[in-house]
């Protein structure tokens, strides 16, 4: 069973930069495209980032040219490189396998504000 462990956020001024973490257990890391996702207070979850086995990556409009995905598959993890954050990007921040979607995880707040 896939268990997905997400850490890194917390409190930034707008402007200001955060790395997120996303290990990931359970299955066989190399192959899975790992997907980032956010929920702000009373809104749905959005898809953010995505990146395959492959390294191909896709974002969302909002964050293009901000923020980067990439993998560590020796570590079995993803990590989200967020830069120029604006209080928008304010959320929890999920990371999942979209192909075949685990349980989700606790998330890790992210907070933009001055």
């Known amino acids: 069973q896939v268990q997905l462990v997400e850490s890194g956020g917390g409190l930034v001024q707008p402007g200001g930069s955060l790395r997120l973490s996303c290990a990931v257990s359970?299955?066989?890391?190399?192959?899975?495209?790992v997907a980032w996702y956010r929920q702000a207070p009373g809104k749905q979850r959005d898809f953010v980032a995505r990146i395959s086995s492959g390294g191909s990556t896709n974002y969302r409009g909002s964050v293009k040219g901000r923020f980067t995905i990439s993998r560590d598959n020796a570590k079995n993890t993803v990590y989200l490189q967020m830069t120029s954050l604006k209080p928008e990007d304010t959320a929890v921040y999920y990371c999942?396998?979209?192909?075949?979607?685990?349980?989700w995880g606790q998330g890790t707040q992210v907070t933009v504000s001055s």
């Open positions: 359970g299955a066989i890391f190399s192959i899975n495209t």
């Open positions: 999942n396998t979209p192909d075949s979607l685990a349980s």
